[in-house]
């Protein structure tokens, strides 16, 4: 059984790998979409904002259809992530206006929905006192299919955009087929209790899921603005510094987001064993700093930025499943679906707002002072977690360690 199981788990990190490799897929050519499609800052920006909206009504959606209680978690994960490829595929294939490309990117999050929480689920029918470090290697495994659009730009898509809106569409087909046909759910498989609008409501009056709630906004205001725009960062302050590749730029825009992944198998480990809390503060706190720090360092030494934007890529998601397993393990397992359905659905909402301010930021303050506005999110998820640290609920996450 511990052989299945971890072969399952890593086959389904692979899985999820593949198929979040289209979010971030128009994200990473947006120079190119810009000059093809007379882009401005806001067009650019719904490239990306699109994708959140429709992962946020696809999430909502899927919780009150019952989705993952009617329809076997492979199938359904397997199906979004086919349909997910065919929506970025059908991008450049059909080679649409911008109002084109914005409607099929919010498809493409729509789909996603089935992915990424589906695969919460799966994990978590394998995995138990090890729960934080399995969701923090399903994490790592969307950081990196995240990050993966920018490593095809690096390897042949700067010359062409199609080729890595392609590129990206088969891989999640390929995500899709071996969901399909390699993973299923484990041993500790339970119906998903059903979503409950009233329950969304009343979960604010508890203290413990409330705060581990605004920590998880306060980690969310800064990661996906991060994920959307360092790479328009790194390549202007490259460019800056006379190093004018877009190759190059692209290359360490793969490698800060990538780095994310290692940031969440450690987190998950280090969780399990020394708490969530302590963990979670600790990760906010750094990401936090490097908010402030890296645009002092725009048009400078090009490796010393890099050194610093990686880590802040390992830090900035790091703590992410680590909010999601917290707040399993102190609301009642019978309302876990609907407490991690709100968590998510508007954390991924909150992002619509940041990740639009970053452009407008950069017009009025530059890049040099646009990404400092991102710390008052690990400030305000520091608070949170701190306040949570002292409740008696902390007491019921990893084990006792919070």
Not at 141 to 159: F, I, K, M, N, R
Request: hydrophobic share 55%.
């Amino acid at each position: 059984m511990l052989k299945l199981k971890r072969r399952t788990l890593l086959l389904l990190a692979l899985a999820e790998w593949l198929a979040m490799s289209v979010w971030f897929s128009a994200t990473a050519v947006v120079p190119a979409l810009t000059r093809a499609w007379t882009l401005s800052a806001s067009g650019q920006a719904w490239l990306t904002m699109s994708v959140q909206l429709g992962f946020v009504a696809g999430a909502l959606g899927s919780a009150l259809l019952n989705l993952a209680d009617r329809v076997p978690s492979r199938l359904l994960f397997a199906a979004s992530s086919l349909l997910a490829g065919t929506c970025t595929a059908l991008v450049p294939l059909l080679a649409p206006s911008p109002g084109g490309a914005v409607l099929l990117r919010f498809l493409t999050g729509l789909f996603l929905a089935g992915v990424y929480p589906v695969g919460m689920k799966i994990m978590s029918t394998w995995t138990r006192e090890d729960r934080g470090w399995a969701l923090g290697l399903l994490v790592g495994a969307l950081t990196v299919g995240s990050a993966s659009p920018h490593l095809l730009s690096a390897l042949g898509g700067v010359s062409d955009w199609r080729l890595v809106l392609y590129a990206a569409a088969g891989l999640a087909a390929a995500g899709g087929l071996l969901a399909a046909f390699f993973i299923d759910e484990g041993p500790y498989k339970t119906p998903a209790p059903r979503f409950n609008w009233k329950y969304a409501g009343q979960i604010w009056k508890d203290k413990g899921i409330a705060l581990a709630n605004l920590g998880y906004f306060g980690h969310m205001w800064e990661l996906y603005a991060m994920w959307t725009w360092v790479p328009g960062f790194l390549l202007a302050s490259f460019a800056a510094a006379g190093v004018g590749s877009a190759r190059w730029a692209a290359l360490a825009s793969f490698a800060v987001i990538a780095a994310g992944g290692a940031g969440s198998l450690v987190a998950g480990r280090l969780a399990d064993s020394f708490g969530r809390t302590r963990i979670t503060m600790a990760s906010l706190a750094l990401s936090g700093l490097c908010c402030l720090a890296v645009g002092g360092l725009y048009g400078r030494s090009p490796l010393l930025l890099f050194s610093v934007c990686l880590i802040w890529g390992f830090a900035v998601v790091a703590d992410s499943a680590q909010f999601s397993a917290g707040t399993s393990e102190i609301c009642p397992a019978e309302r876990t679906g609907t407490a991690l359905t709100i968590q998510t659905s508007l954390g991924f909402l909150l992002t619509v707002v940041s990740i639009r301010l970053i452009p407008t930021l950069v017009r009025l303050v530059t890049w040099r002072w646009a990404f400092a506005f991102l710390a008052v999110g690990p400030a305000f998820g520091l608070w949170a977690m701190a306040r949570l640290r002292r409740l008696p609920e902390s007491a019921r996450m990893a084990g006792g360690q919070r």
